[in-house]
């Protein structure tokens, strides 16, 4: 069974820092995209940024020069590193993959989310 395990998350003054991480395992072929998501109170979840398997990466304009995902595909783990951080990002960050856990079943997995709250 794929699981998807998020750390990292905590409680930061604004301007400053954390480095959020996701390790994928059990099972597992091969990963396409992997991407980092949040969901604020009230708001709908959304997708912070993204990166596929050969390293191409995308972001929501309002993190872009501030937030930085990469992935190490032999550990099956993909990491955000979220500076300048100011009180709109505090949410419950969550990792997504999608996943071959044989060669031709695939699936979207997520993790079950860390924490992120930006104080002023």
């Known amino acids: 069974q794929v699981q998807l395990v998020e750390s990292g998350g905590g409680l930061v003054q604004a301007g400053g820092s954390l480095r959020l991480s996701c390790a994928a395992s059990?099972?597992?072929?091969?990963?396409?995209?992997m991407g980092w998501y949040r969901q604020a109170p009230g708001k709908q979840r959304e997708l912070v940024a993204g990166?596929?398997?050969?390293?191409?990466?995308h972001y929501a304009d309002s993190v872009r020069g501030r937030f930085t995902i990469s992935r190490d595909n032999a550990k099956n783990t993909v990491c955000l590193q979220i500076n300048s951080l100011k009180p709109e990002d505090t949410a419950l960050y969550y990792c997504?993959?999608?996943?071959?856990?044989?060669?031709?079943?695939?699936?979207?997995?997520w993790g079950q989310g860390t924490q992120v709250t930006v104080s002023l």
């Open positions: 059990g099972g597992i072929f091969r990963i396409n995209d």
């Open positions: 997504s993959a999608g996943v071959y856990a044989l060669a031709t079943v695939f699936n979207s997995y």
């Open positions: 990166i596929t398997s050969g390293g191409s990466t």
